[in-house]
């Protein structure tokens, strides 16, 4: 068992989830998850909720370079 700070946050989510039959989980490396990452550092400095629905400016740009 994983005992670091995330580890306990995975184990949380298992077992939240774990009676839901369509959540799964997978480890995706932070180079083939650029926009999340992006976003996720984005967000550091927030203490506010915030519903987008658009892309946000933080990764309009490496969206855009994905989809040309």
Do not use: W
């Not at 298992?14 to 990452?37: I, W």
């Amino acid at each position: 068992r994983d005992h670091s700070f995330v580890g306990s946050i995975v184990a949380d989510l298992k077992m939240t989830t774990g009676a839901l039959p369509s959540v799964t989980f997978k480890h995706v490396r932070q180079h083939r998850n650029v926009l999340a990452h992006v976003l996720a550092r984005s967000s550091l400095n927030s203490v506010s909720l915030y519903i987008f629905h658009s892309a946000p400016d933080c990764i309009r740009e490496t969206l855009c370079n994905f989809v040309a």
